[in-house]
């Protein structure tokens, strides 16, 4: 248990569906992640948010929306997306964004495919 | 731009030793962090190096040398649950990011 939940586990949606993803942090952490994990690529990062600011966004399509309404929930809203989106979504907390030395603890991930 | 490299795949036998190695080309340097992540299931935080030198945990030690843009991960006496990626990270100076390697497929076998 690394204190990192997500919702779903597992995802199917249509190019035309909305869908989100929840991740919620039980640490007391104030910087949430979102990255990519696609097979036999590196971990891609997507989004960072800091005390709820977003501060970076990684040139990510708009077709993903991230939420962030407090520090312990971050969402990611999905529309329109395309087959080549499907993916694992992993969500990561760490105490503070900016750092030297933080360790970033992961949530399990949403298996996301798109048909 | 962040470049870093790891082996794809290795195997090793349990009881075994085996090391797995990162070379990274960053702009910038402010430490570097090993994960296990089991199949389906979320990145585990192995270790942190951010000085040269060897640091040791158990059954696992890592190292690092700034001046090569290397580090490796040592896993002692193999158990058959080491099976899993490795995935080696940096975070370069002035991000508070973390860049990640493809992650190496580590096979212990009987």
């Known amino acids: 248990e690394t204190g990192v939940t997500q919702t779903p586990r597992h995802l199917v949606m249509g190019m035309t569906n909305k869908k989100s993803l929840k991740c919620e942090q039980h640490l007391g952490h104030n910087a949430m992640y979102w990255y990519k994990q696609s097979a036999k690529k590196p971990l891609e990062l997507m989004f960072v948010y800091n005390f709820k600011e977003q501060t970076e966004n990684n040139s990510v399509p708009s077709r993903f929306s991230p939420e962030c309404p407090n520090s312990s929930h971050l969402f990611l809203h999905l529309h329109t997306l395309q087959p080549e989106d499907s993916a694992l979504y992993l969500c990561a907390s760490s105490l503070f964004g900016g750092s030297d030395q933080e360790t970033q603890y992961f949530g399990p991930g949403t298996r996301l495919l798109v048909l | 731009g962040q470049n870093i490299d790891q082996p794809t795949e290795m195997t090793a036998t349990e009881g075994a030793i085996v090391q797995i190695n990162c070379t990274y080309q960053?702009?910038?340097?402010?430490?570097l962090f090993w994960y296990q992540q089991h199949a389906g299931e979320a990145p585990t935080f192995l270790s942190y190096?951010?000085?040269?030198g060897l640091e040791e945990k158990g059954r696992f030690s890592s190292f690092l040398s700034r001046s090569k843009g290397y580090s490796y991960l040592l896993l002692k006496e193999l158990q058959m649950k080491d099976s899993a990626s490795y995935l080696c990270a940096v975070k370069a100076e002035g991000y508070s990011t973390l860049t990640f390697g493809k992650g190496t497929m580590l096979l212990v076998s009987p």
């Open positions: 190096n951010v000085l040269d």
């Open positions: 960053t702009s910038g340097f402010n430490g």
